[in-house]
């Protein structure tokens, strides 16, 4: 069973920035994304990136976030910069495998002064 696993999140102060990580147990071909999902919203999409590194962005983080892909390392990155008190959330990693879809357990991520 392919597991993902998110690391790199924190409590940073507005106009920060963090770098969140996810490493999958295996290889995986295809799109792979960052989610989030605040307290009391629906979970959103971030950004996702294909094997040849593709991207795309969610309107709220364009221009502010990256995604990155290490396929040898079986991992993909998110950079986020200029955060915002709104970018407090828990990101997930997600990646399908098949028709299966699989999600990491999270990191939590807060902005604040």
């Known amino acids: 069973q392919v597991q993902l696993v998110e690391s790199g999140g924190g409590l940073v102060q507005p106009g920060g920035s963090l770098r969140l990580s996810c490493e999958a147990s295996?290889?995986?071909?295809?799109?792979m994304s960052w989610y989030r999902q605040a307290p009391g919203k629906q979970r959103e999409l971030v950004a996702d990136?294909?094997?040849?590194?593709?991207?795309g962005y969610g309107d709220s983080v364009k221009g502010r976030f990256a995604i990155s892909r290490h396929n040898i390392k079986n991992t993909i990155y998110l950079h986020m910069s200029d955060l915002e008190p709104n970018d407090t959330a828990v990101y997930y990693c997600?990646?399908?495998?098949?028709?299966?879809?699989?999600w990491g357990g999270g990191t939590q991520d807060a902005v604040s002064t």
């Open positions: 997600h990646a399908k495998v098949g028709d299966l879809p699989v």
């Open positions: 295996t290889s995986i071909f295809g799109v």
């Open positions: 990136i294909t094997t040849d590194g593709t991207t």
